[in-house]
């Protein structure tokens, strides 16, 4: 079998010109993996539809006995007997071939969808804003549906991590109102959901293992943005120089665009930037009439969550509700200052001996960085504690000077070993989270570096280096997420 082009998925053709039926053409629908944060909302959304729902999961979980609980058929452990009854089987990239439900389902010729083939089904009638980007998109994403429910829509949503204030990541909204979707390029899937709106948050060089190179990215960013209804927007930052030449690109195919920037020159410009403590802000001024706000129009832009990066991802959130949907600006902004936030992004875990443990899920160079700046505007002039796991050895060889130089910005840091997901060591004998500690260190910042045996043992290596006053970050897309609770319990424990 020849090797398919960089970028192109072997298994699902997500370019294709047919659209994937309606929900209700799908038949009763088998997910493989269902217990996961993406494929259970995915399952809640056919539920909703009245769609029969059945699936299976490795594990039992609290998850899977809540599908239970809510009409799913589901089963713990995989078997080529739970798709027998199944018109269409949704799996995503991770699930292989050799699976035994995947198996029956190719034998047996049932559709087989990816995941957001299945998203895609649900989005008939229904306008789609659809969030991409290598950084920010999660947050965007929640933002945008935050914005949209403050100007008095009812939207649904499949993103990548539960809002704090529903404590879920999918939800089916009123019949026919928009749909926000957080768009994955990883896989290159990003490219079936036809959105009204498609926000690009920033086009930078990752997933490599899947694209090969920066161009073979930026090429299918602007494949995403050949995918936006006619009569549709595009609304993209002109600060960031992929998303500023994917502006150009769409303009020159005659596409609708927005820009956001510091640049005079963007559509609509950032002034006055501002991050303190655990919020941030800023001037938002309109150079053109977009939607219901007119040319000259100046609004501040204030927002309960830290970083600069926090203020560009909520400017992207008004331009999708405010021109691409045209909805009335005041409400958006009061929803905006109210954003209670997104799991895993920038998220409180708790206080303990006089330390505060925040957890965050980048795990990208440029994710990385914003998060440490993010947490010394947040300590306002505390020291920053940083645990980073590494995620994918390719990404760590890829970048490991740009995870350096965000890594830098802290005053101690605690390095766990790479979690290497869907790659081993055996195939990266060279890659190890060592390299990063050698980077930070020839930086020239005085950073404590200390390198981590394992994941049990962070938790009580954080806690010999903490001190009273600290703000901790848990860091990474991997299980450290565990890290961050162990401590507050070890400074409980802890004498006093």
Same mark, same amino acid.
């Given at each position: 079998?020849?090797?398919?082009?960089?970028?192109?998925?072997?298994?699902?053709?997500?370019?294709?010109?047919?659209?994937?039926?309606?929900?209700?053409?799908?038949?009763?629908?088998?997910?493989?993996?269902?217990?996961?944060?993406?494929?259970?909302?995915?399952?809640?959304?056919?539920?909703? #539809?009245?769609?029969?729902?059945?699936?299976?999961?490795?594990?039992?979980?609290?998850?899977? #006995?809540?599908?239970?609980?809510?009409?799913?058929?589901?089963?713990?452990?995989?078997?080529?007997?739970?798709?027998?009854?199944?018109?269409?089987?949704?799996?995503?990239?991770?699930?292989?071939?050799?699976?035994?439900?995947?198996?029956?389902?190719?034998?047996?010729?049932?559709?087989?969808?990816?995941?957001?083939?299945?998203?895609?089904?649900?989005?008939?009638?229904?306008?789609?804003?659809?969030?991409?980007?290598?950084?920010?998109?999660?947050?965007?994403?929640?933002?945008?549906?935050?914005?949209?429910?403050?100007?008095?829509?009812?939207?649904?949503?499949?993103?990548?991590?539960?809002?704090?204030?529903?404590?879920?990541?999918?939800?089916?909204?009123? &019949?026919?109102?928009?749909?926000?979707?957080?768009?994955?390029?990883?896989?290159?899937?990003?490219?079936?959901?036809?959105?009204?709106?498609?926000?690009?948050?920033?086009?930078?060089?990752?997933?490599?293992?899947?694209?090969?190179?920066?161009?073979?990215?930026?090429?299918?960013?602007?494949?995403?943005?050949?995918?936006?209804?006619?009569?549709?927007?595009?609304?993209?930052?002109?600060?960031?120089?992929?998303?500023?030449? =994917?502006?150009?690109?769409?303009?020159?195919?005659?596409? #609708?665009?927005?820009?956001?920037?510091?640049? &005079?020159?963007?559509?609509?410009?950032?002034?006055?930037?501002?991050?303190?403590?655990?919020?941030?802000?800023?001037?938002?001024?309109?150079?053109?009439?977009?939607?219901?706000?007119?040319?000259?129009?100046?609004?501040?832009?204030? =927002?309960?969550?830290?970083?600069?990066?926090?203020?560009?991802?909520?400017?992207?959130?008004?331009?999708?509700?405010?021109?691409?949907?045209?909805?009335?600006?005041?409400?958006?902004?009061?929803?905006?200052?109210?954003? &209670?936030?997104?799991?895993?992004?920038?998220?409180?875990?708790?206080?303990?001996?006089?330390?505060?443990?925040?957890?965050?899920?980048?795990?990208?160079?440029?994710?990385?960085?914003?998060?440490?700046?993010?947490? #010394?505007?947040?300590?306002?002039?505390?020291?920053?504690?940083?645990?980073?796991?590494?995620? =994918?050895?390719?990404?760590?060889?890829?970048?490991?000077?740009?995870?350096?130089?965000?890594?830098?910005?802290?005053?101690?840091?605690?390095?766990?070993?790479?979690?290497?997901?869907?790659?081993?060591?055996?195939?990266?004998?060279?890659?190890?989270?060592?390299?990063?500690?050698? =980077?930070?260190?020839?930086?020239?910042?005085?950073?404590?570096?200390?390198?981590?045996?394992?994941?049990?043992?962070?938790?009580?290596?954080?806690?010999?280096?903490?001190?009273?006053?600290?703000?901790?970050?848990?860091?990474?897309?991997?299980?450290?997420?565990?890290?961050?609770?162990?401590?507050?319990?070890?400074?409980?424990?802890?004498?006093?």
């Amino acid at each position: 079998m020849s090797t398919p082009p960089r970028g192109v998925n072997p298994r699902f053709d997500f370019a294709s010109p047919v659209p994937v039926p309606p929900a209700e053409e799908l038949g009763p629908v088998h997910l493989i993996a269902i217990g996961g944060s993406g494929m259970s909302g995915v399952a809640r959304m056919f539920l909703d #539809r009245g769609i029969p729902v059945s699936g299976s999961d490795r594990s039992d979980s609290a998850t899977l #006995r809540s599908l239970e609980a809510e009409g799913a058929t589901v089963h713990v452990g995989h078997d080529a007997a739970h798709v027998a009854g199944a018109g269409t089987v949704v799996i995503s990239s991770a699930i292989p071939e050799s699976n035994p439900e995947l198996a029956a389902a190719r034998t047996a010729g049932l559709r087989v969808l990816h995941r957001a083939q299945g998203i895609a089904s649900l989005l008939h009638g229904r306008d789609a804003v659809a969030v991409a980007g290598a950084n920010g998109k999660t947050t965007t994403s929640a933002m945008t549906t935050v914005a949209l429910q403050a100007a008095g829509a009812d939207p649904g949503y499949v993103i990548g991590a539960p809002l704090a204030g529903t404590g879920t990541n999918a939800a089916p909204g009123a &019949p026919g109102s928009p749909m926000v979707v957080e768009a994955d390029e990883s896989d290159g899937s990003f490219l079936v959901y036809r959105p009204l709106v498609a926000v690009v948050t920033n086009v930078q060089p990752d997933h490599l293992d899947f694209y090969g190179d920066a161009e073979t990215v930026e090429r299918a960013y602007a494949d995403f943005a050949a995918t936006i209804r006619p009569g549709g927007l595009l609304v993209t930052n002109a600060d960031d120089p992929g998303a500023a030449r =994917l502006a150009a690109t769409v303009r020159e195919r005659g596409g #609708r665009v927005v820009t956001w920037g510091t640049e &005079p020159a963007s559509d609509v410009v950032l002034s006055d930037l501002v991050t303190e403590g655990m919020s941030s802000g800023a001037t938002v001024t309109f150079t053109r009439t977009l939607g219901p706000v007119v040319e000259g129009a100046q609004v501040r832009l204030a =927002l309960p969550v830290p970083g600069l990066h926090s203020v560009h991802n909520a400017t992207a959130a008004l331009l999708a509700a405010v021109a691409g949907l045209e909805l009335p600006i005041e409400p958006v902004l009061e929803g905006l200052a109210r954003f &209670p936030g997104a799991h895993r992004r920038f998220e409180l875990v708790g206080h303990a001996g006089g330390v505060e443990v925040v957890d965050d899920y980048a795990h990208n160079a440029p994710k990385v960085a914003a998060v440490v700046q993010a947490a #010394r505007s947040a300590a306002q002039g505390r020291r920053v504690v940083v645990a980073f796991q590494p995620h =994918l050895f390719s990404r760590t060889r890829d970048f490991a000077e740009g995870f350096a130089a965000g890594l830098a910005q802290a005053d101690v840091l605690l390095l766990l070993p790479v979690y290497g997901a869907r790659e081993t060591q055996a195939d990266f004998p060279d890659v190890r989270s060592e390299m990063l500690g050698d =980077l930070v260190r020839a930086s020239g910042y005085a950073v404590d570096v200390h390198l981590a045996r394992d994941l049990a043992s962070a938790p009580e290596q954080l806690r010999e280096l903490v001190r009273p006053g600290d703000l901790v970050v848990t860091v990474g897309a991997g299980d450290i997420t565990t890290v961050g609770p162990r401590l507050l319990e070890l400074l409980e424990d802890a004498p006093r």
